[in-house]
């Protein structure tokens, strides 16, 4: 579904709606037809709480570019529509926050895919530190969604890696 800046809220509206999404654990038992990855990036220079509070106020997301409608920073039970920025448009990638993990040595949230979003899946983000090294970790379990991106499948496994890429990216420049 394509949004306008004039539509975004609605985009959102609906999406709070949708009530049928895959659960967390599919990070450690992907179903049977779904790929997984996992990516990591070292963040030189930041501080935990730094990164942390740019993840779950989505402006590692922003930062990646893409256009973010949310309530606010990621909580348990939000919804939260991604754009994927096409010119003026975008297309809505509808998501729900799972979980939030907020702990002294970790930072992040795992949010389900939603009715509308071009793939079907779950996914984490994580900012840790360990031994005083900051990494950030996306990982993911996925299929593509919709028709179009189930006939071209080439497709929209290089969207996915090509955003993931522009995540880690952001998370470096933090």
């Given at each position: 579904?394509?949004?306008?800046?004039?539509?975004?809220?609605?985009?959102l509206?609906?999406?709070?709606?949708?009530?049928v999404?895959?659960?967390?654990?599919?990070?450690?038992?992907?179903?049977?037809?779904?790929?997984?990855?996992?990516?990591?990036?070292?963040?030189?220079?930041?501080?935990?709480?730094?990164?942390?509070?740019?993840?779950?106020?989505w402006d590692?997301?922003?930062?990646?570019?893409?256009?973010?409608?949310?309530?606010?920073?990621?909580?348990?039970?939000?919804?939260?529509?991604?754009?994927?920025p096409?010119g003026?448009?975008?297309?809505?990638?509808?998501?729900?926050?799972?979980?939030?993990?907020?702990?002294p040595?970790?930072?992040g949230?795992?949010?389900?895919?939603?009715?509308g979003?071009?793939?079907?899946?779950?996914?984490?983000?994580?900012m840790?530190?360990?031994?005083?090294r900051?990494?950030?970790?996306?990982?993911?379990?996925?299929?593509?969604?919709?028709?179009?991106?189930?006939?071209?499948?080439?497709?929209?496994?290089?969207?996915?890696?090509?955003v993931?890429?522009?995540?880690?990216?952001?998370?470096?420049a933090?």
């Amino acid at each position: 579904m394509l949004m306008s800046p004039r539509t975004r809220g609605r985009a959102l509206e609906r999406a709070r709606a949708s009530s049928v999404y895959p659960p967390a654990s599919w990070l450690t038992d992907p179903p049977a037809g779904y790929a997984s990855l996992r990516v990591s990036t070292d963040i030189p220079g930041v501080a935990l709480a730094e990164a942390g509070a740019a993840l779950l106020g989505w402006d590692l997301h922003r930062a990646a570019g893409l256009r973010v409608v949310a309530a606010g920073p990621a909580r348990t039970g939000d919804t939260v529509v991604v754009g994927v920025p096409l010119g003026p448009l975008a297309w809505a990638a509808p998501c729900r926050v799972l979980d939030v993990i907020d702990e002294p040595n970790q930072v992040g949230f795992t949010y389900a895919t939603l009715r509308g979003h071009p793939e079907h899946g779950v996914e984490r983000f994580t900012m840790t530190t360990t031994s005083g090294r900051l990494t950030c970790v996306v990982e993911a379990v996925s299929r593509p969604s919709p028709a179009l991106a189930r006939a071209v499948p080439v497709v929209a496994d290089a969207a996915q890696r090509f955003v993931t890429r522009r995540y880690l990216a952001a998370a470096r420049a933090l």
